[in-house]
């Protein structure tokens, strides 16, 4: 159970990140300064770098890994490794994009963003791989031995690579498409087996 005081900074975190997307959107990521989101959000500019380290964070933080990672723990560890990386990234596609899930906008904002942002381009890359290292985490523990990460970590990049590829079709269609349905679609073109 979260305290008060670290539900009031997620909720200061949303907030800033909403104003600052829209800002992105409206005015552009490179016109937009972090002074201007600071103002937009009626907060100072202390209080974004304080959630938000980086102007490119504004854009690409989420909180996906942790979902990404216990929804990995929660699935058969029987699976292929494949298998089960690709239908926890299916699972947390639903989870994002579901019915009741108010964050769906802004979702398909910041891949638009992603998109269409040389900078922002150029850091998905990091976050690609720090997804990549929190799958590896979730499944060889902390401190894997270099031959149990190398198959995870393969198998961690080229899932993340067909989904990668889904959620760009996703955004050019304005997110019409069933998020979920098209990274197992995305997998399965990728990997020749159901997901």
């Avoid at 600071?38 to 102007?55: I, N």
């Avoid at 579901?98 to 381009?121: C, E, K, V, Y």
Wanted: glycine share 4%; proline share 6%; aromatic share 6%.
């Amino acid at each position: 159970m979260t305290s008060l005081r670290e539900r009031r900074r997620n909720e200061t975190r949303r907030a800033v990140q909403a104003h600052a997307i829209r800002l992105f959107v409206e005015v552009g990521y490179d016109a937009t300064t972090v002074e201007d989101v600071a103002k937009a959000a009626g907060v100072s500019a202390m209080t974004v770098y304080r959630h938000f380290a980086t102007k490119e964070d504004l854009v690409l933080y989420d909180e996906y890994d942790p979902l990404t990672a216990a929804a990995l723990l929660a699935r058969p560890e029987h699976e292929p490794v494949v298998q089960r990386i690709g239908r926890a990234l299916v699972d947390t596609a639903a989870a994002a994009t579901g019915p009741h899930h108010a964050d769906q906008a802004l979702l398909l904002a910041r891949l638009r963003l992603m998109i269409s942002t040389p900078a922002l381009r150029a850091r998905h890359l990091d976050s690609q791989y720090a997804t990549q290292s929190a799958i590896v985490a979730a499944l060889c523990g902390p401190s894997p031995d270099p031959d149990e990460e190398l198959p995870v970590r393969c198998a961690a990049a080229a899932c993340l690579g067909a989904a990668h590829v889904a959620l760009v079709r996703w955004a050019e269609n304005d997110g019409q498409d069933d998020l979920p349905a098209l990274i197992g679609t995305s997998l399965t073109h990728a990997f020749g087996i159901p997901f």
